[in-house]
């Protein structure tokens, strides 16, 4: 037999394949959410999951580069806290599950992807106004969102350590927090108006409302 597939890759390669198949995701949700005819946030919530799973999967050689954050940030702002953090659960735990590792850091990733989700529900007035999003107010948050989220996964390690050594391990990590926040910037250039745009189509009631209900659950 021949072996055709046996085919070693340089990791600039094999990331301009990634790449290439995050666009095709990309271009197939977009096509895809068209044959939804009625209004349907489940759907369209299931459609983000598999996008920002593949997403951590397929960009993971790239240093804290992954469009999760903006993808919650965007789920919160459109269909308000609760589905935004059941939004980060299940990329979270499916992506972890299938390819990247999991352990306790998971739910620290879980709280961090929802405190980013409870943001963008919170400001949702100020970051979508009359349908159409404040692309300047929105990348402000979405760089503030890549610190926060990074600094609360890395309060994982008091798990094993004492406080003592929260501070330099945050130090530390600052250029990766940068490398999240530029990265945060692109995807925000890339992707915020087309899944505005859908997520408008599925929106079925104002985040602000939905922050209300998550606060009296």
Known sequence: MYDFHNIALTP????????TILSVIVYAVLKGERRIEESN??????????FGIAGRILLEPLPNIQPVTVIVLLAGVYFGAPRALALAGVIALASNLLF???GPWTLFQVLGWGAV????ALFADRLL???????????ALAMISAFAFDWIVSSSILL?????MLAPYLLNGLLYDLYHAVGNLVFIAWL???LGEIMQRHRVKPSAGTVSELATE
Do not use: C, F
């Not at 600039?12 to 790449?19: F, G, Y």
């Not at 106004?129 to 990348?139: I, N, V």
């Open 100 to 102: 990247l590792g999991h």
């Open 41 to 50: 946030p489940l759907a369209m919530l299931g459609i983000l999951a598999v």
């Open 129 to 139: 106004k009359d349908g159409e999003l404040q692309l300047h107010a929105l990348a």
């Open 117 to 120: 989700g409870l943001a963008g």
């Open 160 to 164: 094993k350590t004492d406080v003592s």
């Open 192 to 194: 915020a108006v087309p």
């Open 12 to 19: 600039a390669q094999s990331l301009l394949l990634n790449a």
